[in-house]
């Protein structure tokens, strides 16, 4: 079903990243005690007395001309117009400002119901103060204290009051998780506004404008449900100053986590570099599926073996990658882009394949006929059957006489014979070595 949607508005540092934290849950929104931490939407699901809703947390309203700021209150307007109840909030301590009469008087025209927040009330005097704030025109102001939890219960009693009632049909398939993952500045976010063909998150040519891990909704041409994560770009570690960017960094980590598949964008201007190679080392060893991207492909002059050469580094590069298919894009032209939401699905649908044990061990005793198992100081390993135990990833047990006689590379001919067999494109295989007892 459609669940309702409320935005989360008003000026920079009034606590609206706090507020989301404490309606959803968990700490999703980077909090700093300075303006503009939050700049696009970032949505997650709360409920409320077993109602459940999307909140978006949007960065603060600024109304200065300055080219970020303008592109922060543009996702805030994009996030008002989705929102079925807007919550606005503002802050006791600074009293009424000439920024919260300009976003009220702005919300006046949106027409959408508004419910007001007056955070940072944590004491009784503070709470009082909130009576001035009916100058704004929004109906009660609701003091609150989103560290706190003060007040929070009335006032999402009165959201919950104002939302539609929930409408339309569910998912019918399971949605697919896709991060992009990369070192600042490849077009992480070009990418997912092309992919969606509209502004969802801001782009900058400034290193470090993406800071949270922003995820998007969205239903490909086939009907599949995704969610898309844009992550903050991964810097080498002596890189990483200010404690806001070890957020964005840890947020980018967990965006690999809770991902089915990472796409490794990579920048066609700039070539491979070395961090390129230690940020896919994380999705690797999360066991994620894995697409490599090579954005900004219009941007190089292409000769005729500029692809095959590209391809030929990328593979010496990146050796532990071999199943990782590659796509040469644009987000500036949308070059192929039309291609990714298939290409994830069919790595998601490999990542949950099953074979049979009769047909992997068929395969597995062919490998052996073709080269047989090795020694090691006279003891000949026996392997005696597999089976497979689980999937995403596709996970295999080989039963064999002893594990230590098992050498990584005759491991690695195995996986290789299964890939040739089955299919498995953009997913690691794990293969678990026991003793048969």
């Known amino acids: 079903m459609e669940i309702p949607v409320v935005a989360i508005v008003g000026r920079p540092n009034v606590g609206k990243s706090t507020l989301f934290n404490r309606m959803v849950g968990e700490r999703l929104s980077i909090v700093e005690d300075y303006e503009g931490v ?4 970032i949505y997650a699901t ?34 008002m117009e989705e929102a079925d109840v807007i919550l606005f909030v503002v802050g006791s301590r600074e009293g009424v400002t000439d920024a919260d009469e300009a976003i009220a008087h702005y919300l006046h025209r949106s027409e959408k119901p508004v419910v007001l927040a007056v955070n940072k009330a944590d004491n009784p005097e503070q709470r009082a103060t909130a009576y ?3 100058s704004l025109g929004h109906g009660d102001p609701y003091p609150i204290s989103s560290t706190h939890g003060t007040g929070t219960g009335d006032l999402l009693d009165r959201l919950l009051a104002l939302l539609p009632e929930e409408a339309g049909e569910t998912d019918t398939q399971e949605r697919i998780k896709f991060s992009f993952i990369g070192r600042p500045n490849v077009g992480k976010s070009s990418l997912v506004n092309a992919v969606l063909q509209e502004e969802r998150v801001i782009v900058s040519n400034i290193e470090g404008t993406t800071r949270e891990a922003v995820d998007t909704d969205f239903v490909s041409q086939t009907g599949r449900p995704f969610t898309m994560i844009d992550t903050a770009g991964i810097r080498k570690r002596g890189k990483v100053y200010e404690n806001t960017e070890k957020y964005s960094v840890m947020r ?7 991902s089915d598949i990472v796409c490794l964008v990579l920048d066609a201007e ?19 599926g894995i697409v490599i991207l090579v954005n900004k492909w219009d941007a190089v002059d292409k000769s005729d073996k500029l692809f095959e050469t590209f391809t030929d580094d990328i593979r010496r590069e990146f050796q532990y990658l071999p199943f990782a298919p590659i796509l ?16 994830i699905e069919e790595i998601y649908e490999n990542r949950h394949r099953r074979i049979q044990s009769s047909l992997l061990n068929d395969v597995l005793m062919d490998a052996i006929a073709m080269n047989p198992t090795p020694t090691d100081k006279g003891r000949r390993l026996k392997i005696f059957y597999m089976t497979q135990v689980a999937v995403n990833p ?3 047990v080989i039963f064999v006489n002893d594990p230590e006689l098992m050498h990584f590379s005759y491991e690695r001919f195995i996986e290789n014979k299964m890939r040739e067999a089955f299919y498995f494109d ?11 007892t």
């Open 252 to 258: 980018a980590l967990s965006a690999i986590d809770r």
């Open 38 to 41: 939050t700049r696009d939407r």
């Open 328 to 343: 040469f894009v644009s987000a500036k032209t949308g070059q192929r882009l039309a291609k990714l939401p298939e290409l």
């Open 394 to 396: 596709p996970t295999f």
């Open 46 to 79: 709360a409920s409320w007395l077993g109602r459940e809703f999307r909140l978006i947390d949007t960065g603060g309203i600024d109304m200065s001309d300055e080219p970020l700021m303008q592109q922060i209150k543009y996702q805030a307007e994009i996030a």
């Open 270 to 288: 700039t070539g491979i570099r070395e961090q390129d190679k230690k940020v896919a080392g994380y999705a690797f060893e999360a066991n994620k």
């Open 132 to 134: 001035e704030f009916y």
């Open 426 to 436: 953009g997913t690691p295989l794990k293969l678990i070595v026991r003793e048969r």
